[in-house]
């Protein structure tokens, strides 16, 4: 059974920063944090594959946010530098437990509220 926890949320002002954390927990293959902000559609932020750490990003943050892991902690870290409005949203980490298809296990998402 895979089980994912975030932490690391908070509020912060516009071009500041935050690192959030996602413990994972069983057989995952792949590790994405997606956002929802008030009244959007969830919308894909960043992933990494566990196995060689290949890393893909959203055009919306790239070059802002840094996604990276450390198998050893089974951890999965997303960096926010130069944060913006827009980016406030509930953050939510998930997991492919398989090496193709859909994210099927979720984290309970944690708030990122960033001030102008």
């Known amino acids: 059974q895979v089980q994912l926890v975030e932490s690391g949320g908070g509020l912060v002002q516009a071009g500041g920063s935050l690192r959030l954390s996602c413990a994972a927990s069983?057989?995952?293959?792949?590790i994405g944090w997606f956002r929802q902000a008030p009244g959007k559609e969830r919308e894909f932020v960043a992933r990494v594959i566990w196995s060689g750490g290949s890393t893909y990003y959203a055009d919306s943050v790239k070059g802002r946010f840094t996604i990276s892991r450390d198998n050893a902690k089974s951890t999965v870290y997303l960096q926010m530098n130069s944060l913006k409005p827009e980016d406030t949203a509930i953050y939510y980490c998930a997991a492919r437990s398989r090496l193709i298809g859909e994210y099927d296990y979720w984290g309970q998402g944690t708030q990122v509220t960033v001030s102008s």
């Open positions: 069983g057989r995952t293959y792949t």
